[in-house]
């Protein structure tokens, strides 16, 4: 007989009352009977840790290159080994970095867009007012476990949930389903709500619980799983145990299934863990849509771009590799949506901690910065552009807040605008906005145009 304790190790002892029949729980994620619908929305975010350098993302090729050029120094790249966009925007020609060559054709056909100069914001702030302490600003704003948690959602107060997971819960009730906050690694700051749950997606869909194997409902083993879950008890403790017990049941039994059902894409991703997540997503998009789920926010972390030495170059950690890495996932990711009529309905966000100085740090990197570039992709997005500010590129300028002159840009556009304009696709009223992101109370324009009516 399989017992509860051979499946999880002895605990202290339960007093149970009642258990759930042989369809229960395992049962109820197969047929969930939520109907299959076209209004389906899912973002899916992308966070480069450690600090990506936005400076040699999006690169003006104008005049304004000579800035960049007499700036940046030993990390500047050539005007003609830049990757061109056609066109302009925000007052400029700009080229990227040579290793997201594979970009150009997706913004060229209008489904890729940048945020020049996105960053925390309390309120608007130029670099006259923040070396003036005319404005109040972020706390610790060069911290990368500070600015991780402020990116992805925490305010000034104690609130540690994120801006996805609080606008998640303020959708209307007919756009919430189960499994909307989602993350595949032990970061969640951005999901995380006030009063939901995080959902866990591993590789294989969390399919094995000790000897019980998910993918097979009818098993002793799987059974013996279902029914702990949905046990009651009259203690507080046990019975929010058994709550969190039974919701990541029902998650990995909702994610085995759907990776049954799914179809690999054939889209080339390259290799790696960006590649195979991405991958896994573009798999699974497909299952999450056709078993009427409404919303989701997938929150996917990667890199290393604490880019303090070595840049440049092509060892494994340059910013120079891990773009080219990916960027090949992205265009897999997009060619993959595309191919399975989903390019409408998945937006993909890439943010990072901060942006990094202009001028150069000693090792042939450079130092923790504010402002940033971002970039958004899918078939909702006003692509083919650059939205907001661009900055001026010279240290010592009017957007250099750092009174050294080491040119950290103080941001134009703020995160919780991006934020908020993503939450809005997603279906976040108007009227609950500031919920979502208080601190926008502070800004006349709640969000940006970057995503279509």
């Not at 969930?32 to 090729?61: I, K």
């Not at 170059?313 to 890495?325: E, L, P, Y």
């Not at 692509?383 to 250099?400: A, E, I, K, Q, S």
């Amino acid at each position: 007989m399989i017992t509860r304790r051979k499946l999880l190790g002895a605990g202290g002892a339960a007093s149970a009352a009642g258990l759930a029949g042989a369809a229960g729980l395992l049962g109820s994620v197969a047929t969930s009977g939520l109907a299959a619908s076209t209004d389906y929305r899912a973002l899916v975010v992308l966070f480069l840790n450690g600090g990506n350098d936005g400076n040699n993302l999006l690169v003006p090729t104008d005049g304004a290159f000579t800035d960049y050029q007499a700036s940046r120094s030993t990390l500047a790249f050539s005007k003609a080994s830049l990757a061109s966009l056609p066109g302009t925007a925000a007052g400029h020609s700009f080229g990227l970095h040579p290793s997201l060559a594979p970009l150009v054709p997706i913004y060229s056909q209008q489904r890729l867009a940048f945020i020049a100069n996105v960053g925390p914001l309390i309120e608007p702030a130029t670099a006259a007012q923040v070396l003036a302490n005319a404005v109040d600003v972020p706390p610790f704003l060069f911290s990368h476990s500070d600015q991780v948690a402020i990116q992805q959602g925490w305010t000034v107060t104690d609130d540690m949930s994120g801006w996805a997971g609080r606008g998640l819960e303020l959708l209307p009730s007919g756009l919430r389903n189960p499994a909307a906050a989602v993350t595949m690694s032990n970061n969640r700051t951005l999901v995380l709500g006030k009063h939901s749950s995080v959902s866990f997606l591993s590789r294989d869909g969390s399919r094995w619980w000790g000897a019980a194997d998910l993918s097979q409902p009818g098993s002793e083993t799987a059974q013996a799983i279902n029914r702990m879950a949905q046990w009651q008890f009259g203690n507080v403790y046990e019975a929010e145990y058994a709550r969190t017990f039974g919701s990541a049941v029902a998650d990995s039994t909702r994610f085995t299934q759907a990776i049954l059902k799914a179809t690999p894409p054939t889209a080339d991703f390259g290799s790696g863990d960006l590649a195979d997540r991405l991958r896994q997503l573009a798999m699974l998009l497909p299952m999450f849509k056709s078993d009427g789920l409404k919303r989701q926010v997938f929150l996917v972390d990667w890199g290393s771009f604490d880019t303090h030495t070595n840049q440049r170059g092509t060892t494994a950690q340059s910013q120079d590799t891990q773009f080219g890495v990916a960027a090949k996932a992205i265009a897999g990711f997009d060619t993959a949506m595309q191919s399975s009529g989903m390019s409408s309905n998945v937006t993909l966000l890439v943010m990072s901690d901060f942006g990094r100085t202009l001028r150069p740090g000693s090792g042939g990197g450079s130092e923790h910065a504010w402002g940033n570039h971002w970039l958004a992709l899918g078939g909702a997005v006003n692509g083919g552009t650059v939205h907001g500010v661009f900055p001026d590129l010279r240290l010592g300028g009017p957007d250099d807040g750092d009174r050294g002159r080491n040119g950290r840009l103080v941001p134009s556009t703020a995160s919780d605008q991006v934020g908020a304009s993503m939450m809005q696709w997603l279906g976040l009223p108007d009227n609950l906005q500031l919920e979502a992101f208080p601190n926008l109370v502070n800004f006349n324009q709640k969000t940006t145009p970057l995503m279509k009516a």
